[in-house]
T-cell receptor
Framework: DAGVIQSPRHEVTEMGQEVTLRCKPI?????LFWYRQTMMRGLELLIY????????DSGMPEDRFSAKMPNASFSTLKIQPSEPRDSAVYFC???FGGGNTEAFFGQGTRLTVV | GENVEQHPSTLSVQEGDSAVIKCTYS??????FPWYKQELGKRPQLIID?????GEKKDQRIAVTLNKTAKHFSLHITETQPEDSAVYFC????????????FGSGTRLLVRP
């Protein structure tokens, strides 16, 4: 397996634009997590899915953020409209069995909103 | 919810010396405690983990200890090498739900040659 795959690796967008980040988890994993990493706040869990169903989105900062998982092999994180303070590295991770097993992280998407 | 605190924020050691990073957690129901290493510009990767029914675990130069009574756990790296330089994150499950991890703020380790 190629591991967790995220796209794009880098995204630069103007404030107010819609941004969509994509993630393909490891085949067979039943949990998918979206994290945001910044210098100030570290690694923050935004939302996680179990078997494609969103379980906990309490980490989603605002209504401008939304995430979907239409099937077991694909998830998106959307920001609309984007703001400069959304600039961060966004990681997707997947695991088999939830938070008490190893989470495999993707390479991340570095988002810059100007 | 769970709160994980990590210290120190930065650590500089001479090659060959040992490094210790400490974390505390707030929820006594937490039962899984992994450590992740993140090299500059790379993804976090698991280096070692420990579960609540174990007090210590070793893997070559890396060891983790857990004190459930005091609610703290530590990462020990012996015979440090320059390639150990990275940011290390501890984490704990959010109570007994075991479905999500709460990460510490990270420790930037620098191993001086």
């Amino acid at each position: 397996d190629a591991g967790v795959i995220q796209s794009p690796r880098h995204e630069v967008t103007e404030m107010g634009q819609e941004v969509t980040l994509r993630c393909k988890p490891i085949s067979g994993h039943d949990y998918l997590f979206w994290y945001r990493q910044t210098m100030m706040r570290g690694l923050e869990l935004l939302i996680y899915f179990n078997n494609n169903v969103p379980i906990d989105d309490s980490g989603m900062p605002e209504d401008r953020f939304s995430a979907k998982m239409p099937n077991a092999s694909f998830s998106t994180l959307k920001i609309q409209p984007s703001e400069p303070r959304d600039s961060a590295v966004y990681f997707c991770a997947s695991s088999f069995g939830g938070g008490n097993t190893e989470a495999f992280f993707g390479q991340g998407t570095r988002l810059t909103v100007v | 919810g769970e709160n994980v605190e990590q210290h120190p924020s930065t650590l500089s050691v001479q090659e060959g010396d040992s490094a210790v990073i400490k974390c505390t957690y707030s929820d006594s129901a937490s039962n899984y405690f992994p450590w992740y290493k993140q090299e500059l510009g790379k993804r976090p990767q698991l280096i070692i983990d420990i579960r609540s029914n174990v007090g210590e675990k070793k893997d070559q130069r890396i060891a983790v200890t857990l004190n459930k009574t005091a609610k703290h756990f530590s990462l020990h790296i012996t015979e440090t090498q320059p390639e150990d330089s990275a940011v290390y994150f501890c984490a704990a499950t959010d109570g007994d739900s075991s479905y999500k991890l709460i990460f510490g703020s990270g420790t930037r380790l620098l191993v001086r040659p």
